[in-house]
């Protein structure tokens, strides 16, 4: 087994290997094409060839920014037309919340049940749980995050998730992962999109939105520089606000926010 581990880290080494030497063959000689042809030009000895040869050395850098700037655009065109988009707080707040939670753990959801305000209800691929409010003795214990209510309630009553057959069909529904609204997951770039929060009201065979968050890897140059590898790459967060902005804000006090609802007002 070690052998075969061997041969394709080998082989990968050697892919990588030539990738590097034809890149920096490709940026010697288009620095070179560029530095002969500017110097022919200042001596009025560019020819054909030369205005030839100087173009191709433009593409290279061309090909480098061009696709930044397009990304930009698109980016500033997409934050537009999220803007535009018509959202409607429904008045009274529904009781059924229907979640899509990114992971199949959502400890958030028992505190939205907790807060008195919803009916939870959990949906992924593999089951279908509701959050019910009972009264525990081991609340204290379960979990150490989301329990603003449940602290309120001197640990006495808590929610767990059971296993149901159906959920509602109407009623606010939250989508953590995947949400309709979001840009697609390529393969080749299947990340471009950091994390999409949408939230909509369903009923009567329609939904309404209420509202609908996203972050969205920019383009920009490798960090490394160009000299080594030609191409793309995702931005990574570099300073704080840019970490903090990458990072998906807490699911729970995104719908309080989207319903206009203060969690410290609410009583239990």
Known sequence: MGGVEDRILFVVALL?????????????????????????LRRNLLDAGGYACLAGALVVPAGIILPIVIDDMRLASRATEIYSWRTVIPNPVPRNLIIYPNYIRADYALELAESGIFDVYVATSNNLRKAVLSDRPDCANIRREYVRFTEAMNFRRCAVLEKVDT??????????????????????????????????????????????????????????????????????????????????????????????????????
Request: hydrophobic share 40%.
């Open 16 to 40: 990588y290997g030539a990738a590097v030497i034809l890149a920096v063959a490709l940026y010697g000689a288009t620095a070179y094409c560029a530095l002969v042809s500017i110097r022919r």
């Open 167 to 268: 959920i509602p069909e109407d009623g606010l529904v939250f989508f953590e992962d995947h949400a309709p609204l979001s840009l697609p997951r390529t393969m080749l770039d299947p990340e471009r999109v950091r994390w999409a929060f949408q939230l909509v009201h369903r009923h009567d065979s329609q939904e309404d939105l209420i509202a609908y968050e996203e972050n969205i890897r920019a383009i920009t140059l490798r960090r490394l520089g160009i000299l080594f590898f030609p191409g793309l790459e995702n931005r990574r967060p570099r300073g704080d606000d840019e970490k903090h902005a990458s990072r998906p804000p807490d699911p729970a006090t995104f719908i309080y926010k989207s319903l206009g609802l203060d969690p410290d007002q609410i009583q239990p």
